[in-house]
């Protein structure tokens, strides 16, 4: 395996978007304003919001996400928040607000498990070499597709074009795999990732290194076989857990007991489920005092490093380490 080669985001699913961009300002991220995908109702009608908001995190070469469904108010959207309408001909709106239903069934359904990171997308080399991978292997995906994502430069936001794919499991609803929506992204050129800016958060955050996901505590085997097919590569082991490297970041599959063990205090929100990830930090004692300022509780790793909990970041336990 040497296509996938880091993490390129984890979403988190919230109820309620205010509140979402509120706790992660608390935390020290900078978020700009959400969007919201917009599509007519009908042919020649004014767009409305469809699909859920969202906002981003947004570091170097990776970012976390934050996704709410669009009300059903356009008046109750976030302060700020943009409308982008999406460019669909007028003969194929109904698919395709079929299609967006059909996605946000599965996203609903993880919600009313729990607010929390039900999103994780893998960075890829080549989405198309990932996918051909995945369908040798009889990984059910949905192939190589292409989206824009705005960039923000000196210059201004530039739509740069991403090659994605999802994992499918055609039995679940939405279609999604037992952790919620994973999959893998061709980012943009370089040239362009270098040439953001708003990268600089209060916290100092600027990557993410790695993803805690957390089985059953006799479902370990069967999802280190599953991530064994999706990632085209065999686990470490590392104590009780399965660890996949992907170039400078991990993908750690765990136990409850192991999760509570190294986080003590934690106890995952769905099972299997994202449950924390590791963040590099510029300076961690600064990232420390300004938590603590906020009045953001701190918890301590098993290996000593401060670990925000998951019931303060909504869901998804944030340990910081020294980038």
């Known amino acids: 395996m040497d296509d996938l080669t880091g993490i390129h985001h984890i979403g988190l699913l919230v109820r309620d978007m205010d509140d979402a961009l509120a706790a992660y300002a608390r935390l020290g991220f900078h978020l700009g304003p959400p969007a919201y995908p917009a599509l007519p109702p009908a042919p020649g009608a004014a767009p409305e919001p469809v699909g859920a908001g969202n906002t981003h995190a947004d570091f170097p070469r990776s970012f976390i996400e934050l996704l709410a469904f669009a009300p059903a108010d356009p008046a109750r959207l976030p302060a700020g928040a943009a409308l982008v309408p999406l460019q669909v001909p007028d003969d194929q709106l109904a698919a395709t607000r079929t299609v967006i239903g059909r996605t946000l069934d599965g996203l609903a359904a993880r919600l009313d498990r729990a607010e929390g990171a039900h999103i994780l997308v893998l960075t890829t080399d080549d989405a198309e070499r990932t996918a051909a991978r995945l369908d040798a292997a009889a990984v ?5 597709r292409t989206a824009q994502r705005p960039l923000a430069t000196a210059a201004g936001t530039v739509l740069a074009d991403v090659r994605f794919l999802k994992l499918h499991d055609p039995a679940a609803p939405g ?3 037992p952790e919620g929506r994973v999959g893998a992204a061709e980012d943009a050129p370089a040239d362009l990732l270098d040439a953001q800016t708003g990268l600089a958060h209060p916290n100092g955050a600027n990557a993410i290194t790695a ?4 089985t059953a505590p006799d479902g370990l085997d069967a999802a280190a076989d599953r991530y064994r097919r999706y990632l085209g590569t065999a686990p470490e082991s590392d104590g009780p857990d399965a660890v996949f490297t992907l ?4 993908l750690v599959l765990t136990t409850p007991a192991a999760l509570a063990h190294r986080l003590p205090g934690e106890r995952p929100r769905t099972l299997p489920g994202i449950a924390a990830c590791t963040l590099a930090v510029t300076d961690l004692p600064a990232a420390e005092r300004l938590l603590r300022a906020n009045g ?7 290996d000593g490093d401060p670990f925000v ?3 303060a970041a909504l869901g998804l336990a944030l340990v910081l380490k020294t980038a």
Not at 140 to 144: D, E, M, R, V
Not at 247 to 250: D, P, V
Not at 296 to 302: D, E, I, K, Q, S
Request: aromatic share 0%.
């Open 247 to 250: 170039g400078a970041a991990r």
């Open 296 to 302: 953001v509780p701190l918890g301590r790793t098993a």
């Open 211 to 214: 993803c805690t996901v957390c």
């Open 309 to 311: 909990p998951a019931a």
């Open 175 to 177: 279609g999604l795999v």
């Open 140 to 144: 059910p995906n949905s192939g190589a």
